[in-house]
């Protein structure tokens, strides 16, 4: 029998092969002598082809958490919380957290005892304050952390206290972002470089542009890890090497290929509850029709997003987007009460002076998804109805993101107003703070440089009140309140979100697709 997807509590279940794939019930799934089988093994090697290819041409860059190939996972670093598979924020290196001020700027963390570094040493508080003195630098810090952390100290033999530069309720979450690992206190200028953390897996050998050898951390102080060793290619054909048995595991699979990986023996199609989301940038900048309210009311509303799903998704692979950041998980997420209305997107075009339709700028994208092509052209054409003509256009990737930001570019002579071009760009799912922050920052080139105006001021007023607030029910309404006026005000087009999708082997056994690609962790993984 083929085990084709399992999940307890959270994804259907299925068992078989391709178009004869049946749903079963978990009591129907563990049939007896089953059950030894779940006893984590030692022992073996995993292969797998990263999410991303990223290559760089020295191998002191490769080993820094900054830098390095599949940085954005957890195989050599710790941070201190966690989100899981079901998107909840949990301990790793610290065990606790509290807010010590009523106004969310003073957090107190307990660090867990016991913990090693790859090389043998102890993790002490000492580490984690010099590597949120890093995360800070100036010059050598995580941007991320720079806006937020103003200072922090160590209170006890495993306590510590950071002081932030504003209010942050959701700090847990803030904690658990890739960039913020702990690594051995040193000289600012040494610190990363040596590869050393705590996570499961230790470096063992590099090829910058090709691959990442990890062996077992015996020190590790976690469950697992149960593989002896770990590798990772980046930059290849991934479906044709699993086909051809290169990989034990591919991260990121083409929706269109998910059918036929059904129907491969042997073969596990892992969908997580969420997953990055393609949003497109609407400039302001003087001459801009985004400048417009109604017609960037007009576009959402004509984008056909529920045929976008069925004939790129299959109608399960993806979701509808909220004209927000935010991932459809949770009730802080609100959903759209309309999401599509062609007569409603005419009216507010003519009202606008396009009675007889528009014709937009080029929309610019680039290849951050397999399925990308599909996506635009089902939307380009899907607005034609409502008169909307909307060109489109591929670009390559490599510097593709500089090229779109443009910032402070002058436009028809203008040097006052900054400059994004009416282009796609793509977001990853992340808690609700964060996910609303990106449109509360003024000068944030993914609203299309909505701010400064009334609405836009209200919803940044908004979301400080949020991050002042400790009472989660209480921000909850200050979040709908937030998502409602992005719906009204639609500063930047969300088009589809995709669901991350992964596949393995069924002698793979421990891993989940994560909706955040970069936290998925191997240290439960083993194979039989």
Do not use: C
């Not at 082809?49 to 020295?58: E, P, Q, Y």
């Not at 940085?71 to 790793?92: A, H, I, M």
């Not at 256009?393 to 930001?405: A, F, L, Q």
Request: no cysteine.
């Amino acid at each position: 029998m083929t085990r084709k997807k399992v999940d307890f509590g959270r994804r259907d279940v299925m068992i078989g092969a391709g178009a004869g794939a049946v749903t079963l019930s978990l009591g129907q799934l563990l049939l007896p002598g089953e059950a030894k089988a779940a006893k984590p093994k030692k022992g073996g090697k995993l292969v797998y082809a990263g999410r991303v290819s990223t290559k760089h041409k020295t191998l002191k860059k490769a080993k820094h958490p900054y830098y390095g190939i599949e940085v954005r996972t957890k195989n050599t670093y710790n941070t201190l919380t966690w989100v899981d598979e079901n998107l909840n924020v949990v301990p790793e290196l610290a065990t606790k957290w509290e807010a010590v001020s009523d106004d969310q700027k003073t957090w107190e963390i307990d660090i867990r005892e016991g913990v090693k570094f790859h090389d043998g040493r102890d993790m002490t508080v000492d580490d984690v304050v010099a590597s949120y003195n890093l995360h800070k630098h100036k010059k050598r810090g995580s941007s991320f952390v720079k806006k937020m952390l103003k200072k922090v100290e160590k209170i006890g033999p495993h306590k510590v206290r950071m002081f932030l530069k504003s209010p942050n309720s959701e700090f847990g979450w803030w904690a658990a972002e890739y960039r913020q690992v702990i690594m051995p206190a040193d000289e600012i200028e040494k610190m990363g470089y040596s590869g050393i953390g705590t996570g499961p897996f230790k470096f063992a050998k590099i090829d910058p542009k090709r691959r990442v050898v990890y062996e077992a951390n015996e020190n590790y102080w976690g469950e697992g890890p149960y593989l002896d060793t770990l590798e990772v290619v980046t930059g290849v054909d991934k479906l044709n090497g699993y086909l051809a048995g290169q990989f034990d595991a591919i991260l990121g699979v083409d929706p269109s290929r998910v059918a036929k990986l059904q129907g491969t023996p042997n073969t596990v199609v892992d969908i997580a509850k969420a997953g990055a989301q393609a949003l497109v940038i609407l400039p302001k900048h003087e001459g801009s029709p985004f400048l417009d309210k109604r017609v960037r009311q007009a576009l959402t509303l004509a984008v056909d997003r529920e045929a976008i799903l069925r004939i790129v998704y299959g109608g399960k692979l993806g979701w509808i987007p909220n004209d927000s950041h935010m991932a459809p998980y949770g009730e802080d997420f609100l959903k759209k009460t309309v999401i599509r209305d062609v007569a409603k997107a005419k009216s507010l075009l003519a009202a606008a002076g396009y009675a007889n339709g528009i014709k937009l700028p080029t929309l610019y994208y680039s290849g951050y998804y397999p399925e990308i092509d599909r996506i635009f052209q089902v939307a380009a054409e899907s607005v034609k109805e409502a008169g909307i003509t909307m060109p489109i256009e591929g670009r390559p990737m490599s510097g593709y993101r500089k090229w779109r930001v443009a910032d402070k570019v002058s436009v028809e002579g203008s040097k006052k107003t900054p400059y994004h071009r009416f282009a796609m760009g793509s977001v990853g799912p992340r808690n609700s703070a964060a996910n609303l922050f990106r449109m509360a920052r003024p000068t944030y080139n993914e609203s299309g440089y909505w701010h400064p105006n009334p609405k836009g001021n209200e919803y940044i007023a908004l979301y400080k009140k949020a991050m002042a607030t400790g009472d989660a029910m209480k921000r909850r309404e200050i979040y709908h309140e937030m998502q409602r006026i992005l719906q009204d005000e639609v500063p930047t087009l969300f088009i589809v979100g995709r669901r991350t999708i992964d596949v393995f082997r069924s002698s793979v056994h421990g891993w989940k697709a994560h909706s955040q690609g970069w936290s998925g962790r191997f240290n439960t993984v083993w194979k039989s």
